[in-house]
């Protein structure tokens, strides 16, 4: 079966080489240590070198990485924002920082991580509940799509953004929102035709 549901990029780093289902308990692990480790601005850089070396091993194109992280300008820049005016500057510096280099990371995983591979690693975890009437595969399914949905929406996010600065339009959330949120549709419909497809839809 190929890779059609993701955004699989083609390679050979060590980071392809991974298990899926590693990889994707190292994401939940660091996720979760940045978020409850990362909580002053000096501890920012420790996360930034770690998440860049990622990038590094995964041997992922420069453009791939600036394009992963421009579309979060404007949701980290409101809540910046609102961290300042509620909290403080470090507050929200810490914040923002924790989200996107989160945001990075699953985009690296999804990246170097055929979705055959999650699906099968997933299935594997939730092997265990299936006692409790949890269907393993429909949970692996749903988890993988949310990952692997990131980079699509993320790459969504830029085209709207460079489609309004075209247009010579000035920055208005409905602006970017409203588009975003219908190709978001859009793209789970993709997603519902490939899973009928595949005989996924009960």
């Not at 993701?6 to 996720?31: C, E, M, T, W």
């Not at 409101?78 to 810490?94: C, N, Y």
């Not at 269907?135 to 489609?163: C, F, N, S």
Request: glycine content about 6%; proline content about 6%.
């Amino acid at each position: 079966m190929n890779d059609a549901l993701g955004v699989y990029q083609p390679g050979n780093s060590p980071i392809h080489r991974l298990p899926a289902g590693f990889k994707l308990v190292a994401l939940a692990v660091v996720v979760i240590a940045m978020t409850a480790l990362i909580d002053t601005p000096e501890r920012l850089p420790v996360g930034i070198i770690g998440v860049v070396a990622v990038f590094v091993l995964a041997r992922l194109p420069i453009r791939v990485v600036l394009a992963s992280l421009r579309p979060l300008f404007w949701v980290v820049l409101m809540i910046f924002g609102f961290q300042v005016i509620f909290a403080s500057w470090e507050r929200a510096l810490v914040v923002c920082g924790v989200m996107i280099l989160s945001v990075a990371l699953a985009v690296a995983v999804s990246l170097t991580t055929r979705t055959m591979d999650m699906l099968a690693a997933l299935t594997r975890m939730f092997t265990p509940l299936q006692r409790f009437g949890f269907r393993p595969d429909r949970m692996a399914l749903v988890l993988a799509l949310a990952i692997r949905a990131i980079p699509l929406v993320v790459e969504l996010v830029t085209q709207v953004d460079e489609a309004r600065r075209a247009r010579g339009l000035k920055f208005m959330p409905h602006r970017l929102a409203v588009p975003v949120v219908l190709g978001s549709l859009h793209i789970a419909d993709h997603f519902a035709d490939a899973l009928s497809a595949r005989g996924l839809d009960d």
